[in-house]
């Protein structure tokens, strides 16, 4: 009787719980599709969307979710941990130059591996499509054991450069050396040559991949951990999102040259418990525009601009990870501030802005290696 009774209080509670997470949100959610392992997606000009999946595959997708093939052509890609077929982003001029970028990890010597970044020209078909022309534009370096902290997202900003996060691959101190490319921000021109403007390419000679003093030309910004979300908002400032150590997930504005301080300060503390100093104690390194503890596990970044939820243009919203949630963060300027937590019941990788504004949402792999892709329109009910 007890236990029944548990029981019957227990299934209210759930149900008062679930309702109220569906009347805070003004969606309604609709399950489009389903991947395996899905990483991330982009919108053709067609309206249909190229979705990767981290053992390789890249698949061409209707509205309706359903599959019209794959993509032939792609780079060998290393599927283990963290890592395998990562982004995928049209070029700006797509529409005529039909380049679409990859971000992937390449196998190396011994149990090294490393992020690299391709582009290949697309032509769809039938049956899906191929890449050809394909070329590698960009690497981690150096390539190192271990399966974790790519970062690898890949961004175009207003005016044509190409922007990469390069996460720490679970190393730390990489963050800080210059003489590596790992946890920083890279920028870069289309073709992965080094912009003349960089901050660091002061002494380079033209094209060298190294500058006499050992600093990467292509290092935009440096001391990131594993950022795995990267967008511009509607200003053209670059933001990035990533994962803090236990606590200290963090939001930069991303500027021309700073230091974002990791390993050397975090809001969070390391695994083994280890304390690391907070950002305050140290005015060399920039601070978080927000930050999270406890974490949300911050795995995509996207800027707001459709007419689906016109109230929310101009918003960040951030997929969480643990937090199986969907997060709404409002601009200000160089501040910025969550302001919704939507509930989705599962861990989400991916929110992307599909054609008339809708978020299209990929769940992270949770059941046995499948992730769902999620629309979310408009509430339509009552009021
Ligand atoms: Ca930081």
Redesign the pocket.
């Known amino acids: 009787m007890m236990v029944k009774s548990s029981f019957s209080l227990l299934l209210l509670l759930l149900t008062v719980t679930a309702t109220q997470a569906q009347t805070a949100a003004p969606f309604d959610i609709s399950e489009v599709s389903e991947f395996d392992e899905p990483w991330a997606m982009a919108f053709l000009p067609n309206g249909r969307m190229l979705v990767t999946e981290k053992k390789g595959r890249l698949q061409v997708v209707n509205q309706e979710g359903k599959s019209l093939g794959t993509i032939r052509g792609l780079p060998n890609v290393d599927y283990l941990g963290h890592g395998g077929l990562g982004d995928v982003v049209l070029h700006p001029n797509f529409e005529k130059n039909k380049l679409v970028y990859l971000s992937y990890v390449e196998g190396g010597a011994g149990k090294t591996r490393g992020a690299a970044v391709a582009r290949g020209t697309l032509e769809l078909s039938n049956r899906g499509g191929t890449l050809s022309n394909l070329e590698i534009i960009w690497r981690q370096y150096p390539k190192m054991v271990g399966y974790g902290h790519y970062g690898y997202r890949i961004v175009f900003d207003d005016e044509g450069y190409l922007f990469i996060s390069s996460g720490d691959r679970q190393k730390f101190t990489p963050s800080q050396d210059m003489q590596s490319n790992v946890g920083k921000i890279v920028r870069l021109n289309d073709d992965g040559s080094i912009p003349d403007d960089n901050p660091f390419v002061d002494h380079i000679e033209k094209d060298a991949f190294v500058d006499d003093e050992g600093v990467y030309p292509e290092i935009w910004s440096v001391?990131?951990?594993n950022p795995l979300g990267m967008s511009l908002d509607l200003d053209g400032q670059l933001w990035v999102i990533e994962m803090g150590p236990a606590g200290g997930d963090?939001l930069?504005l991303v500027n021309r040259g700073a230091n974002?301080?990791?390993p050397s300060?975090?809001n969070g503390k390391h695994y083994d418990g280890r304390d690391i100093p907070n950002?305050d104690t140290n005015p060399d390194?920039?601070?978080?525009a927000l930050w999270w503890t406890p974490v949300i596990s911050p795995a995509h970044l996207m800027a707001y601009n459709g007419d689906a939820f016109p109230e929310w243009r101009g918003n960040l919203f951030a997929a969480g990870l643990s937090s199986r949630a969907i997060i709404r963060i409002e601009l200000d300027g160089e501040s910025a501030k969550e302001a919704d937590r939507f509930a989705m019941d599962a861990p989400i990788r991916s929110v992307v802005q599909g054609p008339k504004g809708a978020l299209w949402v990929l769940e992270d792999e949770s059941r046995e290696g499948e992730g769902r892709l999620f629309k979310l329109t408009p509430k339509k009910d009552s009021e």
């Open positions: 001391g990131h951990r963090e930069n974002y301080g990791y300060v975090s950002h390194f920039k601070k978080p």
